[in-house]
């Protein structure tokens, strides 16, 4: 029903910028939710950005605050993930999700991977 769909991906040098979109289907969807993970073999899956699409509040790790920023673009379903001063250790798969209500979007905003929609995921390389 729902489908998450990644885009913005690929490859680039430290220190570089990328910026990754995420467009969920169905204007009638409404997540309360959105963020995104990343995740490199071996490793679990970890969050690096939420936004709570009622009030805008966002979250970060350490890891990426200051570097990384979420938004809404001009559809309240679509976010995107603003990537800066990037890093060979930001390299992953990078995941949206949506979370679909206040359980699911405690997990997420907390970082925690939670029950929601999931995108397929896109490749992040940063590499010189």
């Known amino acids: 029903e729902v489908q998450l769909v990644e885009s913005g991906g690929g490859l680039v040098q430290p220190g570089g910028s990328l910026r990754l979109s995420c467009a969920a289907s169905?204007?009638?969807?409404?997540?309360?939710?959105m963020g995104w993970f990343r995740q490199v073999p071996g490793k679990e899956r970890e969050g690096v950005a939420a936004l709570r699409t009622a009030g805008g509040n966002t979250y970060y790790p350490d890891s990426v605050k200051g570097r990384f920023t979420i938004s809404r673009d001009s559809a309240k379903n679509t976010i995107a993930l603003q990537m800066s001063s990037l890093r060979p250790e930001d390299t992953a798969m990078y995941y949206c999700?949506?979370?679909?209500?206040?359980?699911?979007?405690?997990?997420?905003?907390?970082?925690?991977?939670?029950?929601?929609?999931w995108g397929q995921g896109i490749q992040v390389t940063v590499s010189s």
């Open positions: 169905g204007d009638t969807f409404r997540p309360y939710c």
């Open positions: 999700v949506a979370g679909v209500n206040i359980a699911s979007c405690a997990n997420i905003v907390a970082m925690r991977p939670g029950f929601g929609y």
